[in-house]
């Protein structure tokens, strides 16, 4: 017991340390180059805070529990927008653009689709893994080559050499990655000894644990007054865990899909990526209200796991 939590304790040190470097390093490289932060939210930081579960994901694929690859991803997913986009606008003023983010979105949408495709059939193949990557590559191109231009990119002058910033991001990503393994093995080792079930540690335990550098990331660029990165991070990290978490593990070790965890969380997944729409139309920033219901709709969501 002592050790799970001194393990979740350090994780969580980690986590935080990690999400600053990330932050700071992001929205510095984004005016250096003049690239809308929103690009490198939906990029670099998405796929930086996205390692936790990649890594979780071939971990439990090679020991034979797919069951917890996909429901770490399905829960992730779940947990970015409830959990994450709840807290991080209930603490601090959050912008949400349709304009701006409606493509994105939209490419969400498509990548959930595709995963309930290519699951429906209770097994997620080699080719189906490598359809989810190559379609990633082809979005992360169009994300550079048609950056949207956002209206409030700031025109601040950043002293950091380029180098230092690339040092930023990268301990940053491993700080959150090292920082989320551990704790998510002391999670593991508390809900294991309180007696809960592999799938459910999969869905909750798992899924939160890997979710914690979304939360560290948003919040960090919430607090900087970087609406676009942690926004940017949300939307881009449900779209990395599909293409390249399930995409990338499906081609190391094909993955079973059971129905029994697909048909409940699959319409939570469903209707959190369709509440950010209809978020992103209200007027802004995102009330206290609307983030006490995303908040509301994730424990809902754990409660239906139970």
Request: glycine letters at 8%.
């Amino acid at each position: 017991m002592f050790n799970s939590l001194l393990f979740l304790l350090i994780g969580s040190c980690m986590l935080y340390y990690g999400a600053e470097w990330i932050v700071k390093g992001g929205s510095n490289i984004a005016r250096k180059l003049n690239i809308p932060s929103l690009v490198i939210g939906l990029t670099v930081v998405a796929f930086g805070t996205s390692l936790p579960e990649l890594i979780v994901s071939i971990f439990s694929a090679l020991e034979g529990s797919s069951a917890i690859a996909v429901g770490n991803v399905i829960g992730s997913n779940v947990a970015n927008v409830g959990l994450v986009l709840g807290v991080s606008a209930l603490i601090f003023p959050i912008y949400v653009e349709y304009d701006i983010i409606k493509r994105d979105l939209l490419v969400y949408l498509i990548s959930c689709a595709f995963f309930i495709f290519f699951a429906f059939d209770g097994r997620i193949s080699q080719f189906e893994g490598m359809v989810f990557v190559i379609s990633l590559f082809f979005y992360i191109y169009y994300c550079i080559k048609s950056p949207i231009v956002e209206h409030n990119n700031s025109e601040e002058e950043v002293e950091d050499k380029m180098s230092k910033l690339i040092i930023y991001i990268l301990a940053g990503i491993t700080f959150l990655s090292f920082g989320a393994e551990i704790f998510v093995d002391g999670a593991i080792y508390l809900a294991r000894y309180f007696g809960l079930s592999e799938v459910v540690i999969g869905m909750s335990v798992v899924a939160f644990g890997t979710s914690l550098p979304e939360l560290a990331t948003s919040v960090m660029a919430a607090f900087h007054k970087e609406s676009s990165i942690s926004v940017g991070n949300i939307i881009g990290s449900n779209i990395f865990n599909i293409l390249s978490v399930l995409g990338i593990t499906s081609i190391i070790y094909p993955l079973d899909s059971p129905r029994s965890i697909m048909d409940k969380e699959v319409l939570f997944m469903l209707a959190y990526a369709f509440a950010m729409f209809i978020i992103a139309k209200l007027p802004q920033p995102i009330n206290r209200y609307t983030s006490i219901a995303l908040l509301v709709g994730y424990i809902t969501f754990i409660y239906v796991l139970f």
